[in-house]
């Protein structure tokens, strides 16, 4: 039985409305389900909505009303849209199409309307629309010890990783109602005792370059045994949030971890043992090169091709980042038919045009774009393609699920020069 | 007939009962890891690849992947595609969205030495109590 407090009562009994009233009963199933014993108050949510693809289950025409009560609240009955709790700052996460650029990623009118005016509806409940994966670029960043939801995956490793902060992977249903009613299950990553590390991880090697930080993540997932938080002791050079980005999203892309502790580096985990909260670990794992490349071969086909279709952002990538793309591919030339397609999200584009990026890329004839990424807009976006190169590593696997054609990976600047050859070369 | 029975705790009430799906490394929530409305696991490398959810009881270690994982499922359900039941070696976050969501009976937390994703085997029939937690497995073989 979940234990609630009185202002929890009156919103579950229907004093602040039928629509808080209903996020209130899916977050109390959503406890019981944990088998969480209380609540707690969150400040701070990422939502992963619009015109989505989990909701092709809906004919086009349907009330947004109808969508929003039955997929979100889980409830039967129709009820009126009201608005978000006042005290949870609240924005989208990363969207199904660009805002403007629809036409560019081979998107139709109709697809992009149709998230216009789901996103409407959004921002009328006083959801910002941010649309970004990486919302600590823009600042969304908790403080040590605050709750928060959200529904992109590694922005749960990082916020939990780097910030201390507390969230788990709550899906999109518990973090909508979490943001109406600002409370979720305290349960998980919410409570100190399960944020100690159970797994260390020792590494036989040294990580530096982005994609070796994002390939070890990668690694770590597919190792990491289920249910346990993973500490990693050494071998990782060069540490900056870009790269711990690219670490955190694809460990999460391969495992469950809502956490990664680095020893003396992450704020819980300045020594081993305060990372381990002085209990003996369950686990050891030494993780070798061959695990790496292992990893590789699942991302990356073997052989060399023509390629046609190179996307980079995954996660949305900073401003220092596309300062890097825009003078590395100053005054070059995509060739015809290819497509390069870099992604960040809306406030980071608008400081690349101030800084004059956007136009160095754009003038090469490749697309510095927001919001999205071709896993989430899905095969419409990338159905024509016949080779793919993706970075990073959460976007080459994911991408395997929707394709059938060859999809390579690599360094950040290796996919860059395949879209400019036209082609991947092995090795 | 050849069946065992298991004892955990019940996450969601309710009986169900069909054939086990059983996905050691659970199913990604990623985009296109699960087709949105068919119900189909798309995800590569999945053992269970190709294999339609509908009607089966689900039997996974956690969940995995992307925060999208019960969105995905949900999607599936209201297009009419749905596992009869679950059943989860633990429980986290992202499964116990998709099991508050979608209103399917579901059992997890087991013992060590009771893990249902080595005890049942695909194709088994199994039963679930979602309010006492008790799982009645026939094998197949």
């Known amino acids: ?427 | 007939m050849n069946t065992f029975r298991l004892k955990a705790r019940g996450a969601y009430p309710g009986i169900a009962e069909g054939p086990a799906v059983v996905c050691p490394d659970s199913i990604a929530g990623n985009s296109g890891a699960l087709g949105d409305t068919d119900g189909v696991i798309y995800e590569k490398g999945n053992v269970n690849y190709g294999v339609c959810i509908n009607d089966a009881i689900l039997v996974v270690p956690c969940a995995k992947g992307s925060n999208g994982f019960s969105a995905h499922f949900k999607g599936a359900q209201i297009a009419g595609v749905k596992p009869a039941g679950w059943i989860s070696t633990r429980m986290d976050a992202r499964l116990g969205v998709a099991v508050a969501s979608m209103g399917i009976p579901a059992v997890t937390d087991f013992a060590d030495d009771e893990d249902p994703v080595v005890k049942i085997k695909t194709g088994d029939w199994i039963k679930i109590d979602g309010a006492t937690g008790e799982v009645l497995i026939t094998f197949k073989y």
């Open chain 1, 1 to 427: 039985m979940v234990h609630l407090t009185d202002y929890e009562k009156q919103m579950l009994d229907g004093q602040m409305g039928k629509f808080k009233q209903k996020a209130m009963q899916f977050i109390v199933r959503y406890a019981e389900v944990l088998g969480a014993e209380e609540l707690c108050q969150i400040s701070r949510a990422t939502l992963f909505i619009g015109a989505q693809h989990y909701l092709d289950c809906y004919a086009e025409d349907t009330d947004y009303k109808k969508i929003f009560s039955e997929f979100y609240l889980c409830s039967d009955e129709i009820v009126e849209l009201g608005e978000v709790s006042e005290c949870c700052k609240t924005q989208t996460c990363a969207a199904c199409c660009d805002l403007r650029e629809y036409e560019r990623t081979h998107l139709s009118r109709e697809f992009h309307e149709r998230n216009r005016k789901y996103l409407e509806a959004t921002k009328e409940m006083g959801v910002k629309i941010v649309d970004s994966c990486t919302p600590y670029y823009v600042g969304w960043v908790p403080m040590m010890g605050e709750h928060f939801v959200t529904t992109e995956s590694s922005n749960v490793v990082i916020s939990n990783t780097i910030f201390g902060a507390c969230g788990n992977s709550d899906g999109v249903e518990a973090a909508v109602c979490a943001a109406i009613t600002g409370r979720i299950p305290k349960w998980g990553m919410h409570i100190k005792e399960n944020r100690y590390a159970t797994c260390v991880f020792t590494l036989d090697f040294e990580v530096e370059t982005q994609m070796e930080w994002d390939l070890l993540g990668f690694t770590l997932g597919r190792l990491l045994p289920k249910h346990e938080v993973p500490v990693i002791v050494n071998g990782l050079k060069n540490a900056e949030i870009n790269r711990m980005r690219q670490l955190c999203a694809s460990l999460s892309v391969t495992s469950a971890a809502e956490i990664c502790h680095i020893v003396g580096l992450t704020p819980e985990a300045q020594t081993l043992d305060m990372a381990l909260g002085g209990k003996k670990p369950r686990h050891q794992i030494h993780v070798t090169e061959k695990d790496m490349e292992e990893s590789l071969s699942i991302l990356c086909d073997k052989g060399s091709s023509k390629v046609d279709f190179v996307s980079i952002g995954c996660p949305h990538i900073s401003l220092d980042e596309i300062r890097e793309i825009a003078l590395y591919v100053k005054g070059k030339k995509l060739p015809e038919g290819v497509e390069l397609q870099i992604w960040t999200d809306y406030a980071t584009k608008e400081m690349a045009a101030v800084n004059g990026y956007t136009k160095l890329i754009e003038d090469t004839g490749a697309a510095l774009l927001t919001g999205s990424c071709p896993i989430v807009m899905r095969e419409d976006s990338h159905r024509h393609a016949t080779a793919m190169v993706m970075f990073g590593a959460k976007q080459a696997f994911g991408i395997r699920h929707q394709t059938k054609v060859p999809v390579y990976y690599g360094e950040v600047f290796s996919c860059i020069d395949a879209a400019y050859n036209g082609r991947w070369e092995e090795g």
